[in-house]
C-alpha cells in the first residue's frame, strides 16, 4: 500500500458507508451540471457515490471498442493509452472511464496510476448498494484505484439487478461515458460498431471528437469518423516525436490466437526431436498425474485486475498470459494456485488428469462457447506417490443428489455423473483442494511437458525438472515396438 493510501478496510468502510446521490433529485440542490446533461442524454437518472465536484471540472475519455478477449502488451490500444494518459498537457482534467471490462479498466489503471482524478460509470450497482462479500471482492480488484477524494462513481442501477450487466446495462454505460466527457480520444474503433455509433453523434452536436488514425485490424471504424468529420489527434511536438508516434499508430499485424494447438507425431527421421528430447517409457509416463496449462484471459488466479493490468502494461515475463507463459509462471513459483471456476460449492481446488498425453490429445476439443481448447500441449507432471502424499485424490462421480451426503472434506472432489448428458470420466481426473504447492520436490519427481522438441531444448536449460516434447512422445507412441 502506498503512503498516504487508504487502507483496504478504510476503503470498505467509506464505499459501503458513503451517501449515493440522486442525479435529478432533491438533494443536491443544484448538482453539477455534467451530470444533470448525462441523465438527460440517457433519459434515466443516474445515481452517485464519492467526490461530486470532481463533475465540476473538464474532462476526457479514451474509448476503445469492445477488445479481443485476450490482449497483449504488443496490441496497438495497450501501447497507445499510456503514452496518451501520460500527456496532461494536451488532456488535462478528470478521466472518465468505467470498470469490469477490459479496454475500460486498463484506461482506469493507468489514470490511477499516473495518480489522475477519475469519473467512472458503472455498468452495475454503486459499491453503497452491493452486499459485504460482494464489495470485499469488489475492491480486492480495484482498491488501488478508488481513493474516495478523487473518485466519482456513476451508476444507472439504484440497486443490484443481476449477478452480470446485461447488454442493455453496457450500451447505457457507454452513453453515460459519452455524455460526461467534455473531449473523446477514440483511440480503436470497429467499423459498423455500436461505438462507432455512439461517438457519430457527437458531431452533429459539435462536441469535441479526437480520432486516432486507423492502423490495421479492428480500427476501420477510425477512418469512418474521420470521414464524418472528426479531428485527427495529432500529439504536441515534444510530447510524443513524429517518429515515435508513427511507430505507436503502426498496426502490428492481426490479433494472435489465444491457444497453442496439439503437434501431430514427430516423423521417424526427426533425428533432433528424438535426441533432444529422449522419451521415458509408457510404463514411467503411467507413473504421472498431469496438469495442463491454457491461455489465461485475465488475472492469473492468485492476482488482482490492477495487479494484471499493471503486467500488461509493463510487458512483464508472463505478460502474454499465454500456455507457455502459465507454465512457467507455475514453475517459477513452485506453486500451482487454485481457481474455484466450475467446481460445485465454490471450492478451491486443483485439477490433474491420469490420462496419457496420447488420450488427452483425442479428447481435445475446440469450445466456442469459451473460444478455448479444452487443453493445451503444455503440462507439469508430478509422480503419481507425491502427488498423493500431499492430498491429491480422484474425482468422485456421482449423481446431483450425493453431493450433500459427501464429508464436507471430501466435496472437493464431487463431479456430477449422470449418462449419457453429463460424463466426464475419460478425462480422469485428479483434485488437490487449495493451492498445490510442490516446492519440496525433487527433479525425479517431477516432468514438464511441451509441444515441441525446441520448446522442451530451452526449458531443460532450467535444470531443476525432466522436460519431454509431446512431438517425440507421439511419434514414439506412433511407432511399433521394436
Known amino acids: 500500500m502506498a503512503p498516504g493510501q487508504p487502507s483496504s478496510q478504510q476503503l470498505q468502510t467509506f464505499w459501503s458507508e458513503s451517501a449515493i446521490v440522486r442525479v435529478p433529485g432533491e438533494e443536491p440542490a443544484d448538482p453539477p451540471r455534467r451530470l444533470v446533461h448525462a441523465s438527460i442524454r440517457l433519459g434515466a437518472p443516474l445515481w452517485c457515490q464519492g467526490n461530486l465536484s470532481l463533475a465540476n471540472h473538464d474532462t476526457v475519455a479514451f474509448i476503445c471498442s469492445r477488445t479481443p478477449r485476450h490482449p497483449s502488451p504488443h496490441n496497438r490500444w495497450v501501447r497507445l493509452v499510456p503514452r496518451l494518459l501520460a500527456q496532461q498537457a494536451s488532456f488535462p482534467g478528470v478521466i472518465v472511464s468505467s470498470l469490469e471490462a477490459v479496454q475500460y479498466d486498463f484506461v482506469s489503471y493507468v489514470a490511477g496510476s499516473l495518480g489522475r482524478p477519475l469519473i467512472l460509470a458503472l455498468p452495475g450497482p454503486l459499491p453503497g448498494a452491493m452486499s459485504a462479500g460482494r464489495l470485499q471482492e469488489w475492491l ?10 478523487s473518485t466519482l462513481l456513476v451508476s444507472t442501477q439504484p440497486s443490484p439487478v443481476s449477478p452480470t450487466p446485461s447488454s442493455a ?12 466527457a467534455d473531449v473523446v480520444v477514440a483511440i480503436d474503433i470497429r467499423q459498423r460498431g455500436s461505438m462507432e455509433q455512439l461517438l457519430s453523434s457527437r458531431l452533429p452536436e459539435g462536441r469535441r471528437l479526437l480520432v486516432v ?8 471504424g477510425n477512418q469512418v469518423l474521420l470521414e464524418r468529420g472528426a479531428q485527427e489527434l495529432v500529439p504536441e511536438l515534444g510530447e510524443l516525436p513524429p517518429e515515435e508516434w508513427k511507430q505507436l499508430i503502426a498496426p ?16 521417424q527421421g526427426d533425428t533432433e526431436a528424438r535426441e533432444s528430447a529422449p522419451l521415458s517409457t509408457a510404463d514411467d509416463l503411467d507413473e504421472y498425474l498431469f496438469h495442463y496449462t491454457r491461455a489465461r484471459p485475465g488475472p492469473w488466479p492468485d ?21 507457455r507463459d502459465a507454465l512457467e509462471r507455475i514453475l517459477d513459483h513452485r506453486k500451482i494456485y487454485a481457481s474455484s471456476r466450475l467446481i460445485r460449492g465454490g471450492v478451491s481446488v486443483v485439477c490433474f488428469t491420469d490420462r496419457s498425453p496420447a488420450a488427452i490429445r483425442s479428447l481435445t476439443r475446440w469450445s466456442r462457447g ?7 500441449p503444455y503440462a507439469i507432471a508430478v509422480r503419481r506417490r507425491y502427488a498423493v502424499a500431499r492430498g ?6 456421482l449423481s446431483a443428489g450425493h453431493h450433500a451426503e459427501l464429508a464436507r472434506e471430501q466435496q472437493f472432489r464431487y463431479q456430477r455423473f449422470e449418462p449419457p448428458e453429463c460424463d466426464w470420466t475419460a478425462e480422469g481426473e485428479w483434485r488437490h483442494a487449495g493451492d498445490f504447492d510442490f516446492s519440496d520436490v525433487t527433479p525425479e519427481d517431477l516432468t514438464v511437458i511441451t509441444p515441441t522438441a525446441a520448446e522442451a531444448l ?12 509431446l512431438d517425440t512422445i507421439l511419434g514414439a507412441a506412433a511407432r511399433p515396438a521394436q
Open 303 to 323: 492476482q488482482s485486475r490492477m495487479d494484471y493490468f499493471a503486467e500488461l502494461r509493463n510487458g512483464g515475463q508472463y505478460s502474454g498470459h499465454r500456455g
Open 392 to 397: 491429491v485424490a480422484p474425482v468422485l462421480h
Open 252 to 267: 502490428r499485424g492481426r490479433p494472435e490466437t489465444d491457444a497453442v494447438q496439439w503437434p501431430g507425431a514427430a516423423p
Open 458 to 469: 530451452s526449458l531443460r536449460a532450467r535444470g531443476d525438472c525432466r522436460v519431454l516434447s
Open 169 to 180: 446495462d453496457l450500451r447505457r454505460r457507454d452513453v453515460v461515458v459519452d455524455g460526461l
Open 213 to 220: 488514425p486507423p492502423g490495421g485490424h479492428g480500427t476501420r
Open 140 to 149: 480486492r480488484h480495484y482498491e488501488t484505484i478508488l481513493d474516495p477524494g
Open 370 to 376: 469459451q473460444t478455448r481448447w479444452s487443453f493445451e
